[in-house]
């Protein structure tokens, strides 16, 4: 079965957190936006939100500086996980992480990340324009392009010279 | 105007490590740089036999470090869950160099008080030796650890570069050196035996002078590479430094607190030999600025921008090429 990954649409958040909400009641039991796997960065100024949660990379560098062996790969799933009953809370993960992911928990003393809810993702359940997906690996980035082309073809159908555009902060790099 | 694309929270230095971390990395420097240097004037004849103990007492600060390393911890308990990944972790890697020379740096100097119990340890000499190798490679070894471990954050470009472990190595060595210099001198002190000749004293001075000449050099090159380099918060984190929030701590605690006025009082010292008051003097100056050097460190790493926000500020550039070069910000 191929593998599934989170895939995120930046251009499609609204920064509404319903994302945030859900994964820190799922695991925590309250809604504490502070405990949640997935966070959203935003650019107020320019009105662009970007959900950030963990890749799954292929050469995790958590899994490298873990000292505990709580960072590590699930066999099964492939997944990048964090076994809190083996993790001591260094927080040398957190330095490691290039996307900045993992975060460390107050109450629990432990660090933690994006666990895909076993299988079930609640951000991606609760994300109403759809920026946060669950898909096949091999369609990541299908809706994008198969918009970007519907687009294209609409302005050709239209007589109009195709653009590509940069929605989120307006700017145009590309005529055709 | 304020770039609206700079997320400005990237600018502030990391908060997952803190002064416990740059304590233990203070107190496993000294004490490894002092167990040495012990062993080295030991080994040259320097010390009587009798009193080698107060040559070997840097394993006591090493574990003191380790303790304070272990209160970072989120789970105190589980500490132990270190020495799960000595493959690829260096905090783990460091569990181990850490524990063999606490733990035969701890047997020397347990050893070296049969003496005074009145037990005859002549007939060990070979097994001691032996034991003296082993905890001077590992407490060489620690010295270069504390340095490697701090490198191994690739994320903290300023951080990330082989000189840190060069500095923080000769920095080991000067305050291991002063401390040993302390410490025979106090002993002497209350024991009235003098028991180390102020000849040892003396070379172990110039040899501390030296020291702090390098690791001033060293310094120097360190941050001079890390202003210069193009990837990451590197340059941020010097400006912090050297004027930024810092820059009391670094230009008052240990460029004059650390380098200059030890070096002036040493020369004065030169000339007053075993004068008590300018030993301490230098003593403490050389000791707290080089705690402070390892916090000043720790406190201005800044992590690297995530690929999120180069690629937002790539495109907001591309958009405003007038905008010019991305503004430094200092924290």
Same mark, same amino acid.
């Given at each position: 079965m191929a593998e599934k990954v989170l895939a995120i649409d930046a251009e499609k958040c609204?920064?509404?957190?319903k994302c945030e909400t859900a994964c820190s009641v799922f695991h925590?039991?309250?809604?504490n936006p502070g405990r949640s796997r997935i966070r959203i960065l935003t650019w107020d100024n320019i009105g662009l939100h970007v959900p950030v949660t963990?890749?799954?990379?292929?050469?995790?560098f958590c899994t490298e500086v873990c000292p505990a062996k709580a960072c590590h790969r699930d066999l099964k799933t492939n997944k990048v996980l964090i076994d809190k009953n083996k993790?001591?809370?260094?927080?040398t993960c957190i330095l490691a992480c290039p996307f900045g992911v993992p975060l460390f928990d107050k109450v629990e003393h432990v660090t933690v990340k994006c666990d895909f809810c076993d299988g079930e993702p609640q951000c991606v359940a609760c994300c109403e324009p759809r920026a946060i997906e669950y898909l096949d690996e091999e369609f990541v980035g299908m809706n994008r392009r198969r918009g970007v082309f519907q687009k294209f073809l609409a302005d050709y159908a239209a007589g109009q010279q195709p653009v590509f555009s940069y929605p989120e902060i307006g700017a145009e790099v590309g005529e055709i | 105007m304020a770039n609206p694309v700079i997320n400005s929270r990237y600018f502030k230095p990391q908060k997952e490590w803190g002064w416990q971390v740059a304590v233990d990395l203070y107190l496993a420097g000294m004490g490894s740089g002092a167990l040495v240097i012990g062993l080295l004037v030991d080994w040259l004849g320097y010390s009587p036999y009798s009193s080698r103990t107060i040559l070997l007492w840097g394993p006591v600060l090493v574990a003191f470090g380790a303790l304070f390393l272990i209160s970072k911890l989120?789970? %105190? %308990? %589980?500490?132990?869950?270190? &020495?799960?990944?000595p493959k690829t972790s260096w905090l783990s890697r460091g569990f181990y160099i850490l524990s063999v020379c606490i733990i035969f740096g701890a047997v020397i100097l347990a050893i070296s008080l049969l003496p005074l119990l009145g037990v005859d340890i002549g007939s060990w000499s070979l097994f001691v030796r032996a034991l003296d190798m082993v905890v001077f490679i590992f407490a060489l070894a620690a010295a270069v650890y504390t340095g490697i471990l701090v490198r191994s &954050? %690739?994320?903290v470009s300023f951080w990330h570069t082989y000189l840190l472990p060069v500095l923080f190595t000769v920095s080991a060595l000067t305050t291991g050196a002063m401390a040993t210099v302390m410490a025979t001198y106090t002993y002497d002190l209350l024991v009235?035996?003098?028991?180390?000749?102020s000849n040892m004293r003396n070379v172990l001075m110039n040899i501390t002078q030296g020291l702090i000449l390098i690791e001033a050099i060293v310094l120097a090159l360190y941050l001079y590479t890390r202003y210069m380099a193009?990837?990451?918060?590197s340059r941020n984190s010097v400006l912090l430094l050297i004027s930024g929030r810092l820059w009391f701590v670094f230009?008052?605690?240990? &460029?004059?607190?650390?380098?200059a006025l030890p070096l002036v009082l040493a020369i004065i010292y030169s000339r007053f030999s075993e004068n008590p008051i300018l030993l301490f003097a230098i003593g403490a100056l050389v000791l707290a600025s080089r705690l402070l050097l390892r916090l000043a460190i720790i406190y201005a790493g800044i992590k690297d921008q995530t690929p999120w926000h180069k690629f937002v500020e790539l495109q907001y550039y591309l958009k405003?090429?007038?905008?010019?070069? &991305?503004p430094l910000r200092n924290g």
């Open positions: 609204d920064g509404c957190r925590t039991g309250a809604d963990c890749q799954s990379c292929d050469k995790p993790c001591i809370g260094c927080k | 989120g789970i %105190r %308990r %589980r500490f132990l869950n270190t &020495v799960m990944n &954050v %690739r994320f009235f035996n003098e028991a180390y000749s193009e990837e990451g918060q230009w008052l605690g240990i &460029v004059a607190s650390g380098f405003f090429p007038d905008a010019g070069p &991305v």
